[in-house]
């Protein structure tokens, strides 16, 4: 991106499509060539920054993502994909007509002091995924741009919000698979 150009303020992700083909060849192998996606090899997804940003726009335009069963999501630090506001702010149609994402969870993780990604910035990207009826939660911490990561009462709570977050996320996952069998 130009000099002062942020992923919420960007026109384009260049490579974008390139990044969200080799996310979705890991996330599920055995249907890369596949135009289905279904099987997710993994409990839950988690995102990073550039990688919150680059989830949220992939969940939003990807319907093999959406149908698939991968059910939680983890973004932390994220910020408004704006070259995707039209997919992200049309989820809840989306989700209304198509019935998408009806298992789908997702945790923010916010700092409060975040100077590289603005928490409005991830609050409004929170607030599209739980206007689609997705079960979206949100964590805060006092930290900055990362995980909690303190020896403080704070972090230590966000941490056990956030191992809480996966603990359920992994058992639902394994009940919906036991289901199944």
Same mark, same amino acid.
């Given at each position: 991106m130009s000099p002062g150009v942020r992923s919420f303020n960007a026109?384009?992700?260049?490579?974008?499509?390139?990044?969200?083909?080799?996310?979705?060849?890991?996330?599920?192998? @055995?249907?890369a060539s596949s135009a289905? *996606?279904?099987?997710?090899? &993994? =409990?839950?997804?988690?995102?990073?920054?550039?990688?919150?940003?680059?989830?949220?726009?992939?969940?939003?335009?990807?319907?093999?993502?959406?149908?698939?069963?991968?059910? @939680?999501?983890?973004?932390?630090?994220? *910020?408004?994909?704006?070259? &995707? =506001?039209?997919a992200l702010t049309s989820l809840s149609a989306q989700n209304t007509q198509h019935?998408?994402?009806?298992?789908?969870?997702?945790?923010?993780?916010?700092?409060?002091?975040d100077t590289i990604n603005p928490i409005e910035s991830a609050k409004q990207v929170h607030d599209c995924y739980k206007a689609a009826g997705l079960d979206v939660s949100i964590v805060y911490h006092e930290g900055g741009h990362s995980v909690p990561n303190g020896k403080d009462l704070d972090?230590?709570?966000?941490?056990?919000?956030?191992?809480d977050f996966i603990l359920r996320s992994v058992r639902e996952k394994a009940d919906r698979v036991d289901t199944k069998v």
């Open positions: 026109d384009e992700y260049i490579g974008f499509d390139e990044s969200a083909s080799k996310v979705m060849d890991a996330v599920f192998p @055995s249907n289905v *996606a279904e099987e997710c090899i &993994y =409990d839950l997804i988690l995102g990073h920054s550039q990688g919150a940003i680059l989830l949220s726009a992939l969940l939003a335009t990807n319907i093999n993502l959406q149908r698939s069963n991968c059910g @939680s999501f983890i973004l932390n630090g994220a *910020a408004w994909p704006n070259p &995707y =506001d039209e019935r998408i994402m009806k298992d789908t969870r997702m945790l923010f993780i916010m700092g409060k002091s972090s230590e709570r966000a941490m056990r919000d956030v191992c």
